[in-house]
């Protein structure tokens, strides 16, 4: 079974902090135009320090490695789903924890700048990164559950038909008539 979901959401995150990533490094104003992207306004003379490089490229590598993992997640989802359906819960798990991280490290130093609205925006996305992840869960479990249920629906009609032709057989022995089965008589 595929996982669709999975695979969608850890493509969006990769795309999502991968941009963040290239309009940090890309931009004439660094960090402001990322935040500014994510709908914090943030005016250039108030923060200068948000430009420096030292600032932009710690926080654009973080960005690109977390587009990373979910890119790695998302690979992962589909090339190892058929043969091993756990496949890629690790590397997603990391993805989820490194972009909480992330922006909890953005929180901090926007909150060290005096950046409004940041905790808002952080809130936001944090809770999009906990609804995804709840999702990719409740999918990988359904997935395992639909699983386990036919593999337990082929054990029980098994161990039904066992039941039967022993029942058939015990009828046989106690009336002492000889059993007929599909192969003839015995």
């Known amino acids: 079974m595929r996982h669709v979901l999975t695979s969608f959401l850890a493509l969006h995150w990769a795309v999502v902090f991968a ?3 290239y309009i940090c490094v890309d931009g004439t104003r660094g960090i402001a135009s990322a935040l500014g992207v994510l709908g914090v306004s943030v005016q250039g003379s108030g923060f200068p320090g948000l430009e420096h490089a030292a600032v932009v490229a710690p926080l654009s590598i973080g960005l690109l490695i977390v587009a990373l ?3 790695w997640a998302f690979v992962e989802t589909l090339l190892n789903i058929a043969t091993r ?3 890629g ?3 997603v798990r990391i993805a989820f924890i490194s972009a909480s991280f992330l922006l909890s490290i953005i929180l901090v130093g926007g909150a060290a700048q005096g950046i409004n609205g940041l905790f808002m925006m952080v809130a936001i996305q944090m809770t999009a990164l ?3 992840y709840v999702a990719v869960l409740a999918e990988r479990r359904s997935a395992l559950a639909a699983m386990t249920f036919n593999e337990s629906e082929a054990h029980l009609t098994a161990h039904r038909m066992a039941a039967g032709a022993a ?3 015990l009828l046989s022995r106690i009336s002492s008539r000889p059993e007929t089965g599909p192969g003839g008589r015995r």
């Open 130 to 132: 906990l609804a995804s």
């Open 167 to 169: 029942h058939s057989s």
């Open 69 to 71: 993992l979910f890119c």
């Open 89 to 91: 819960d690790a590397v």
């Open 85 to 87: 359906p756990d496949a």
């Open 19 to 21: 941009l963040l990533a």
